[in-house]
């Protein structure tokens, strides 16, 4: 602050009537004052003698008159510790100036006071444009016209316009609007509103400049945030990194600690924990080399790591469990160890896994020899019978196969009525004729019977005109499959039994029979003996068809075909989609034991989606369907649907018992171990058990 003291010109006595003319205009003139009190004889202040009053009266008088004559009386008279500004107020010209005690200490001209306050104001401006250059955020300031006032250094390093090309030119004309023109209208002051100009983003706060209540300017501040926002941007991806990497570390199956190159354990992960039987709050923040034996694998790995200053690997047991322990330094920018991972695998599955894979191969080698006897026996036509019900089926496929009668092959869906049907014909001495096979069930009954029997021309709308032959034809000196015959419909029954009595067919709209030599093999998963009673099949139909009647078994009354089959079509598709799989040994027990209500296609089907679906080369229980893995019934397995004598029950359990083993160990010792009987047991019954089934 100043005061009117500090600008004053200081006064040492007054003139009184006494000092003439000449001597008040000396001392006005020494001291360069714009006046000089002057006292009456009582010492009180009259007025001040003023240069001009004091020329006028030497001018006029001389030099020797009293000096009263120059004397402009009743002037006012400042306090010296008066403000500038209240003095400014005052209406003056020449003022005295009164220190504490009333006495005159100073002479101010009005024009002194105005040198003083525009010296002051001048400085306030510098030093306020130094405060705004000195800020990091670009400041403009326009007036009540838009017309920029104040730019400071900032903001011509964020606008690339010179300060020189802003001042007094229209904001709109310098800068994108940053909105300042609406401050100015609405006089609402708007904190942190962001915007984009290029690449680079920015903060602003705006606020109206008020004088009186009227809006006469507006000021923005902004900032460049473009820095602060891509750190953030790159705060967040870290961060996101992070949560990535923690769930990665988390989600392994590896055991995984960190530590620094104290040993301090700084993370760990749900693997670990698990294996070390402790919780992460019991982990975290302890030396590892201190954790207990029963806690913590490889804590000398820690001391190996640091010394070595490489990766060291080490296989540890516990309890019945081994793992491969391995310790990674990791290095900072200037080569310093600062952490050390610790990941530990459990080998033992591994191992395990490895030691199933070569039992698995052995296996396979096993039955891929056993197949390929299997398949020299007599040639099968690719058909797989290992059991002795199929090797039964077989032995009387080939048996009817020389004679021409026609024959019913049964037995439920997928279990190879068709494939034994082609094994027939192609062991009868029409193998070199035609196989055909008709689905009744397929075919809709109306084109049934021309696609069986044939039409002449013009049969009916939309027959071919050259007409059209029929199945029977098409299987001359060959062999026709009435499969689903149990679907045949009614009305067709009595057309093909002629053809079955006569060995003439009628072509639907002909009347000329036309002879055929055909062997008929029908099949069919229906119980055509109850169709007949309820009177859907013709009595005399189902006598010509059932001449030959061939059951063939469901799979789960004939288990010892599966292993075989299990293998039979692993090979197919193996070489089939170029892969390489094996079954592990609970995989091929889990086939032996499931059900098969699918029967052999139902097995088919699962071995081909196995192999091509199965990641590695090994198929586990595990890759199996949930209804493969539900463990055996209570009580053994053995279960008893029928009445039949003791010994023959005991004798089909014995061999049910023996050839599961051989199917899932192959080897008559393991056979005997898991059954808990001498090997040569083993081989004594199972020679019996293949005697029997020859000389069946
Ligand atoms: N003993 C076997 N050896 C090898 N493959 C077989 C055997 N039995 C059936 N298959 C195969 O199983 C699948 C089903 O067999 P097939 O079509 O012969 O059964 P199906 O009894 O005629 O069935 P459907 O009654 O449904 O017509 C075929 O792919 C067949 O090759």
Redesign the pocket.
């Known amino acids: 602050m100043i005061w009117v003291k500090d600008i004053m010109t200081p006064i040492s006595g007054s003139l009184t009537e006494t000092d003439t003319c000449r001597e008040a205009l000396r001392r006005v003139m020494d001291e360069e004052a714009a006046g000089w009190p002057v006292a009456d004889s009582a010492g009180e202040f009259v007025g001040i003698a003023t240069p001009r009053a004091l020329g006028r009266l030497l001018k006029e008088e001389g030099p020797e008159t009293s000096c009263l004559g120059g004397v402009e009386f009743g002037p006012i008279a400042f306090k010296a510790t008066l403000p500038l500004e209240t003095a400014w107020s005052r209406t003056f010209q020449v003022a005295a100036v009164s220190g504490e005690d009333g006495q005159i200490v100073g002479i101010l001209s009005r024009s002194a006071l105005a040198v003083a306050l525009y010296q002051r104001a001048e400085f306030q401006v510098k030093e306020l444009e130094a405060v705004l250059n000195s800020a990091h955020n670009g400041i403009v300031v326009i007036n009540r016209e838009g017309m920029i006032t104040s730019f400071n250094r900032a903001a011509e390093r964020f606008t690339h316009v010179p300060k020189e090309k802003a001042l007094g030119r229209h904001v709109l004309d310098v800068l994108i609007p940053l909105g300042l023109m609406e401050t100015l209208q609405t006089g609402q002051s708007e904190y942190s509103q962001k915007f984009r100009v290029g690449r680079h983003t920015y903060i602003m706060n705006r606020d109206p400049v008020k004088q009186e209540g009227k809006i006469t300017g507006a000021v923005g501040v902004f900032q460049d945030i473009s820095e602060i926002e891509s750190v953030s941007q790159e705060l967040a991806s870290v961060k996101a990194l992070n949560r990535e990497l923690d769930s990665v570390i988390q989600s392994s199956s590896d055991g995984f600690v960190v530590t620094d190159a104290a040993g301090i354990i700084i993370r760990t992960n749900a693997a670990f924990e698990k294996m070390s039987l402790s919780t992460a709050q019991e982990l975290l923040g302890r030396r590892i080399q201190e954790l207990g034996d029963g806690e913590v694998y490889a804590h000398s790995l820690l001391d190996v790591v640091l010394q070595r200053k490489h990766p060291v690997s080490v296989t540890e047991k516990k309890q019945d469990h081994s793992f491969l322990v391995t310790g990674s330094p990791v290095f900072d920018e200037e080569g310093r160890l600062v952490r050390v991972v610790i990941n530990l695998r459990d080998m033992t599955m591994l191992n395990q896994l490895r030691q199933e894979l070569l039992e698995s191969k052995r296996l396979s080698e096993k039955y891929h020899l056993e197949l390929a006897e299997l398949r020299q026996r007599g040639d ?1 036509g ?4 290992s059991s002795p019900e ?1 090797e039964e089926v077989l032995e009387l496929i080939q048996r009817v196969a020389k004679v021409d009668s026609t024959v019913l ?1 049964l ?11 082609k094994l027939l014909h192609s062991r009868s001495p029409r193998a070199e004729g035609p196989f055909i096979k008709v ?1 009744c069930g397929a075919i809709p009954e109306q084109l049934l019977e021309s696609e069986l029997f044939g039409y002449e021309s013009g049969a009916f709308t939309g027959a071919r005109r050259e007409g059209k032959i029929g199945m029977f034809e098409l299987a001359h000196n060959g062999t026709l499959l009435l ?2 015959i149990g679907d045949l419909p009614f009305n067709l029954q009595a057309k093909l039994l002629r053809v079955l009595q006569e060995r003439e067919v009628v072509p639907v709209g002909g009347s000329k029979p036309r002879r055929v030599n055909v062997r008929i093999l029908a ?3 229906k119980d055509l003996e109850e169709m007949v009673r309820l009177g859907k099949l013709r009595e005399d139909l189902f006598f010509r068809l059932n001449v030959v009647p061939i059951w ?1 078994p469901p799979l789960r009354e004939r288990r010892a ?1 599966i292993i075989p ?1 299990l293998h ?2 692993r090979e197919r598709f193996c070489k089939k989609y170029g892969l390489q799989r094996e079954f592990a040994p609970d995989a091929v027990e889990a086939f032996y034991q499931y059900d098969w209500p699918g ?3 139902e ?2 089907n699962m071995v081909e989606r196995l192999i091509v679906m199965a990641p590695g080369e090994l198929i586990t229980l595990s890759l199996l369907p949930p209804v493969f893995q539900s463990p055996p019934e209570e009580g053994g397995g053995v279960s008893v649907r029928a009445l039949m004598p003791l010994k023959e029950a005991v004798l089909e359990v014995e061999r049910q018992l023996i050839e599961r083993a051989m199917a899932k160990y192959g080897s008559t010792y393991k056979a005997a171990e898991a059954l808990g009987v001498n090997q040569s047991t083993v081989v004594r019954r199972l020679a019996k058990l293949r005697r029997k089934a020859t000389n069946a």
Do not use: P, Q, W, Y
């Open positions: 099968t690719g058909m797989i019978a199929m092959l037995g439920e869906s997928g279990v190879g009525k068709e494939g034994m049907a689905n499969d689903e099949a069919t998963h063939i075909d089959l039979h079509f029967n052999v296609r097995l088919e």
